[in-house]
């Protein structure tokens, strides 16, 4: 089984997560359901049907990232030094070619990526078309709504 690799962030703030849906929802999930259920008939108790699925989704995400985390390899991206090259870790400045907006993101692992923090998965079409590639290259990679054209205008590791 391959190591996924992760920030050092991210694996901190995912297990700040892991620690806060154990300690903290878990149990306010479980007297929710426990709260419903003594409402009476759980056939027709939606808050007990409600309390349920939301304990299913806990556990779910609770398990997800203890899964991930067990098996991550944990990078420290201020440590990497590869200069102007994209690599795991870094952060992009893009200016998109055909609009010249300006976008920022970070290369990180799949299970710490948020495209709204600007956290984008390694696995990605755009951070897979972006490795390799230096400050100053463009290049393009094919988004759900069509080709975009970027050139990069700025790579650090922080």
């Given amino acids: 089984m391959s190591r996924a690799p992760i920030t050092k962030a991210g694996s901190e703030r995912l297990r700040i997560e892991l620690e806060r849906l154990k300690s903290v929802e878990r149990p ?24 349920r699925e939301q304990h299913g989704f806990n556990e779910g995400r609770i398990a997800e990232l203890e899964a991930g985390l067990s098996t991550a390899e944990v990078i420290d991206v201020t440590r990497l030094n590869a200069g102007t090259k994209v690599v795991f870790g870094a952060t992009v400045d893009l200016e998109d070619e055909d609009t010249g907006a300006a976008v920022t993101y970070q290369i990180v692992g799949d299970l710490e990526a948020d495209i709204k923090q600007r956290l984008i998965a390694v696995s990605s079409p755009i951070a897979r078309a972006l490795i390799g590639k230096s400050e100053g290259d463009s290049f393009e990679f094919t988004a759900p709504n069509g080709v975009k054209h970027y050139e990069i205008t700025g790579v650090r590791y922080e």
């Fill in 28 to 51: 306010r999930i479980i007297a929710a359901v426990a709260e419903a259920r003594a409402h009476g008939d759980l056939k027709e108790n939606a808050e007990y049907h409600a309390a």
